[in-house]
């Protein structure tokens, strides 16, 4: 196929690269020079905007950090809906607000286009070794002509339903997600504090139901102490603050999410932001000092 990728940052550089050793056709763009210079020398078509790439593209790839950067990308100056063809197809793997992404699929249909939602979990391992959970929301006749394209970026790819489902769907995987991160580190600070190794206790808390992929891989990390980021703080707070948002407008209560996301807040104000949500730990461990 001909695919236009537009966001070459720790999530988008590897899934439009596996698109590429897929055999597709690519066109990029990405606001850095640095970002596309790897693009360049594999032989994809570098391209001035968002809409030269939708002049190349019968799918057009969107992984970018907010709502505003998506509605820019795709509907705004040298967007990508001025160079569209009839029947392409935009897919935003952004987390984005679900309404903002319902009232871009409709403007897109205008222009006789589509639009998929598909965020990710996963993180930037997962982006490496294409094995990322992908969840839909869109036509389904749409996410069927798509499917070869994510089963080259995805293991685990599920069509949730109509536009904006997906987006619902990853609001509801950073709640689980955060939460649990500050569960781990909750753990390891009552550890910590009756002087007991936090090693041996991640060791028996795997084999039984406190077992998860977060357990793991971020329980891991604040053994090691290791907070380079698979995921960064930054963003990891964008994406709680828009599920608030979202719970305040409904009237739905998520007093869980509220206190993880001050942990997040705190982790970010502490000037921390650019390093992984698992760092929580680390602002923890030193308001439990204080």
Not at 174 to 186: F, K, M, N
Request: charged content about 20%; hydrophobic content about 45%.
């Amino acid at each position: 196929m001909k695919v236009g990728y537009i966001g070459l940052g720790l999530m988008g550089r590897p899934c439009a690269m596996h698109l590429h050793n897929a055999g597709h056709q690519l066109a990029v763009y990405a606001r850095r020079e640095t970002s596309a210079a790897p693009f360049a020398e594999i032989g994809a078509t570098i391209c001035a905007t968002p809409a030269e790439v939708a002049v190349n593209a019968d799918v057009i790839f969107t992984n970018v950090s907010d709502t505003p950067d998506v509605e820019q990308i795709i509907l705004g100056k040298d967007g990508i809906i001025e160079g569209i063809k009839p029947d392409a197809v935009v897919v935003d793997m952004s987390t984005i607000s679900p309404v903002v992404t319902r009232d871009i699929a409709q403007k897109l249909k205008e222009k006789g286009a589509h639009m998929l939602d598909a965020p990710v979990s996963g993180g930037s391992a997962g982006a490496e070794s294409g094995t990322l959970s992908i969840m839909i929301g869109g036509e389904e006749a749409i996410v069927e002509r798509i499917m070869p394209l994510f089963e080259v970026m995805g293991s685990n790819i599920v069509h949730i339903g109509d536009n904006g489902a997906g987006q619902v769907t990853k609001a509801c995987n950073q709640i689980v997600i955060t939460q649990t991160i500050a569960g781990v580190a909750e753990a390891y600070c009552l550890a910590d504090a009756m002087d007991v190794d936090k090693a041996k206790v991640r060791q028996a808390l795997l084999g039984g139901f406190a077992n998860s992929k977060i357990l793991e891989m971020h329980g891991q990390r604040m053994l090691d102490d290791n907070y380079d980021p698979g995921f960064k703080a930054v963003l990891h707070k964008k994406d709680m603050n828009m599920v608030l948002q979202a719970a305040s407008a409904l009237g739905v209560a998520l007093p869980g999410s509220g206190v993880a996301t001050q942990w997040l807040n705190a982790l970010v104000g502490d000037g921390s932001g650019e390093l992984d949500s698992s760092a929580i730990y680390k602002v923890m461990k030193k308001f439990n000092q204080a």
